[in-house]
């Protein structure tokens, strides 16, 4: 599904990414973990196109996507949150969800004009959809609250309501449970889960917690001062001592 | 009879400004694009539909239309540096480039007129009317003209379209991340804005039948930047409140000169003293404008409650 060769990325003599190369399988779960500064979200970064690699190449779906604006990447069916939640502050909730939306109708000033019968209708079925996801995400009573309102928390949590809106093949989460209560935590990560499984997702998850790396990923990568360290199923991982020493603080 | 005329004046003079205010409104209050040279709009639009009717000689309406197309073509040559340029400096770019296009108008005089402007401007379905009601008959056409583009605007900021350009302004990166292309739609955000503004130069160069580069001076732009700041922006009513406001204050001050023993250059800074004035107090203690963005809401009485 996403395959990394050799990627590389430098922030003057600071060598971000070094030559990692990972490949993320369809219909899976992977999940990315490393200590502060080892280039999680710059990898994130350069794979979604907000920042421009300065070597290797990347595919997705077997497509060549390194040098590629950030909103063709997203068209193509790659989707990736923020660490810090973003949303238009003066959009409520109910909007930021609809804005995700795929495939919207009078989304340009002709078709806003001279369509809006179907517009009309398109949008009734994003804000049905919306809705129901809301229910989910425990956000519906806050549905006509302005985002910039929300805390930091409640930001992520809409982050991953637009991505479950937007429905992309693939979906990069950077860290989406940060600042969210530990039951809601769980709940979220088993909607993933769901998500991933009833649609045959895949999902490249950034996540700090090893209790919630566990038990949802397939696979995790470990990275350490911009070099891939060590990957292998969870428990592998949790086995392994360069990890254990790096990471988790030795042991 | 002066009375009526002169308010009827300042009606067709807000008229004309309401639209300006609305399209700098479009693109600062929802697009978010900090246009310092919006007289270019008015200028092109000016001059492009009153050098068709008296150069060439074409049909009024058809004026007015080319003074909106080529106003709209300009919003897009404006727009492209959005790209590489953050909106800091793209804002002093189109300061200088409505300076360009004044200094155009001034300088190509085989085309313009130079500093002697463009005179004896056409005015439409003069015919019909005499010169005492003319002016009325005016006005209504700037009303309809005002009206139609509310509704008009009204109905794009209301649709999906709107939606991307409001959230573009507040978060770009969020909309690249969702596969919006921003560069796109701030374009024909542009463009749109662009189109208002060219039908605001093509109503004032056939209702003053003379236009000269005196005309579009930047300091319109600032009394269009004054209009949505205490009008209020993200919301087309705001626009019109402060195109009222502010030419009501700058039109009427201009007849009260021979009351004041003041030279009217003084009383012309005065003018301007006291709009800049009212900037520092709207942005200080009411930011948002006299009528603030209105917010969507959804389901305003359903189960879930507020």
Redesign the interface.
């Known amino acids: 599904m996403l395959k990394i060769k050799d990627l590389q990325k430098n922030f003057g003599n600071l060598r971000a990414l070094d030559r990692v190369s990972l490949e993320v399988e369809g219909d899976s779960i992977f999940g990315l973990i490393g200590p502060n500064g080892s280039g999680k979200t710059t990898l994130f970064n350069v794979v979604?196109?907000?920042y421009e690699k300065d070597g290797g190449e990347i595919y997705f779906k077997e497509e060549r996507i390194d040098g590629l604006?950030?909103?063709?990447i997203?068209?193509k069916g790659l989707?990736?949150?923020?660490q810090i939640a973003?949303?238009?502050?003066?959009?409520?909730i109910?909007?930021?969800m609809?804005?995700?939306a795929?495939n919207?109708?009078?989304?340009?000033?002709f078709?806003?004009?001279f369509t809006?019968r179907r517009?009309a209708r398109v949008?009734k079925e994003n804000?049905d959809r919306s809705m129901e996801l809301l229910e989910v995400l425990q956000l519906?009573?806050l549905?006509?609250e302005?985002a910039?309102d929300l805390s930091g928390g409640q930001k992520k949590l809409l982050s991953l309501g637009?991505v479950f809106m937007?429905n992309p093949d693939m979906i990069l989460l950077d860290e989406p449970t940060a600042g969210v209560n530990p039951t809601l935590t769980m709940q979220l990560m088993k909607a993933i889960k769901e998500l991933q499984q009833r649609e045959h997702k895949s999902v490249f998850i950034i996540e700090h917690s090893m209790k919630v790396i566990s038990s949802i990923c397939d696979k995790v990568f470990v990275l350490n001062f911009g070099k891939k360290m060590a990957e292998g199923t969870p428990a592998e991982i949790q086995k392994n001592e360069k990890v254990l020493e790096a990471y988790l603080g030795g042991a | 009879m002066t009375v009526i005329n002169f308010f009827i004046y300042l009606l067709t003079m807000i008229g004309i400004y309401g639209l300006l205010a609305m399209s700098l409104n479009f693109q600062v209050g929802f697009a978010g694009l900090i246009n310092f040279g919006q007289v270019a709009f008015f200028c092109i639009g000016a001059y492009t539909s009153s050098l068709m009717a008296t150069k060439i000689g074409i049909p009024l309406p058809f004026c007015f239309a080319g003074g909106m197309i080529l106003s709209g073509l300009f919003g897009y040559l404006m727009s492209i540096p959005t790209k590489s340029l953050k909106s800091d400096y793209w804002a002093i770019a189109t300061l200088a480039t409505a300076e360009v296009i004044r200094l155009v108008a001034l300088n190509e005089g085989w085309l313009t007129g130079g500093p002697f402007g463009v005179m004896t401007i056409p005015q439409p379905f003069q015919f019909l009317f005499s010169r005492d009601s003319y002016p009325l008959f005016y006005l209504i056409l700037a009303l309809i003209c005002v009206l139609l583009i509310y509704f008009v605007l009204s109905l794009l900021s209301d649709s999906p379209f709107g939606r991307d350009v409001k959230a573009i302004r507040d978060e770009e990166e969020l909309c690249l991340s969702l596969g919006k292309n921003t560069r796109q739609i701030k374009l024909q955000a542009m463009v749109v804005a662009g189109m208002v503004g060219g039908l605001a130069g093509a109503l004032f160069a056939h209702y003053i039948a003379f236009i000269s580069p005196e005309n579009f001076r930047p300091i319109e732009t600032f009394l269009m930047w004054a209009m949505i700041i205490v009008g209020g922006r993200g919301n087309h009513a705001g626009a019109i409140l402060g195109a009222g406001i502010i030419q009501l204050f700058n039109v009427s001050t201009r007849f009260i000169g021979g009351y004041v023993p003041l030279s009217p250059d003084s009383m012309a800074s005065l003018r301007m003293l006291i709009i800049g004035l009212l900037i520092i107090i709207f942005v200080s203690y009411r930011p948002e404008g006299l009528i603030k963005e209105k917010k969507k809401v959804y389901y305003p009485k359903s189960r879930h409650g507020e």
């Open positions: 979604s196109g907000f604006t950030p909103d063709r997203a068209r989707c990736r949150t923020f973003k949303a238009p502050e003066k959009l409520t109910l909007e930021n609809m804005l995700a795929k919207q109708v009078g989304e340009n000033p078709s806003a004009l809006r517009t949008e804000l519906v009573d549905k006509n302005y910039g637009r937007l």
